[in-house]
């Protein structure tokens, strides 16, 4: 049974184009997280939601547009795709209101290569 | 905001001793820290959260140490093995009354048979 997971895994695309990475956490958790990591292995904030309303909003690009349909999914959206979004995006939930003593639980992660 | 410094030299130590590895957060005094284990193509996983009023927690093989004075936390995996090979991550709070962890960029530990 997997707590927290994201589709797809491997994503290969060309510059300017506009692609989707879902997720899905089964754990009952209230706040879910986007992180972005870099070939430099610094694991980012991007946006964090609690039960659907967007409480962290980074210094990211308005291209990176998040939805929250519901308490249990968590979709990220990147528009005019450009070379330096390549990285490893994770998905996380963890319980609670905000980001507090709570453990996250993180998703296998989903590769983006744009080229 | 916070920042949280890891050694990236990667650790390599023989089976069956104590690794040790570092957190130095930098600015101001984190609630607690937390840390985690990521290997590689996968997700970090949580392993322990250490409060700023705790001197030492411990977990089976592992042990987390939070120092106010040193700004400083320490990892331990006491009788490593080669399957504790992996890079490990801490994080604290980024600030106060921000709802964002901060972490850092890892240590890679080896553990030779």
């Known amino acids: 049974d997997t707590a927290v997971s994201q589709t797809p895994k491997y994503l290969v695309t060309q510059m300017g184009n506009d692609k989707s990475i879902k997720c899905e956490q089964n754990?009952?958790?209230?706040?879910m997280y986007w992180y972005k990591q870099d070939s430099k292995k610094f694991l980012k904030i991007m946006f964090s939601y609690n039960n659907k309303e967007l409480i962290i909003n980074e210094t990211v690009p308005n291209r990176f547009s998040p939805k929250s349909p519901d308490k249990a999914h968590l979709n990220l959206h990147i528009n005019s795709l450009e070379l330096g979004d390549s990285a490893v995006y994770f998905c996380?939930?963890?319980?609670?209101?905000?980001?507090?003593?709570?453990?996250?639980?993180f998703g296998p992660g989903t590769r983006l290569t744009v080229t | 905001s916070q920042k949280i410094e890891q050694n990236s030299e990667a650790l390599n130590i023989q089976e069956g001793k104590t690794a040790t590895l570092t957190c130095n957060y930098t600015?101001?005094?984190?609630?607690?820290l937390q840390w985690y284990r990521q290997d590689p193509g996968r997700g970090p996983v949580f392993l322990l959260l250490i409060r700023e009023n705790e001197k030492e927690k411990r977990k089976e093989r592992l042990k987390v140490t939070f120092d106010t004075t040193l700004k400083q936390s320490l990892f331990h995996i006491t009788a490593s093995q080669p399957a504790d090979s992996a890079t490990y991550l801490c994080a604290s709070p980024r600030d106060t009354g921000r709802r964002a962890l901060t972490f850092g960029s890892g240590t890679r530990l080896q553990v030779q048979p």
């Open positions: 600015n101001y005094s984190p609630a607690y």
């Open positions: 996380a939930s963890s319980q609670g209101p905000d980001v507090g003593p709570y453990e996250q639980y």
């Open positions: 754990l009952g958790h209230d706040t």
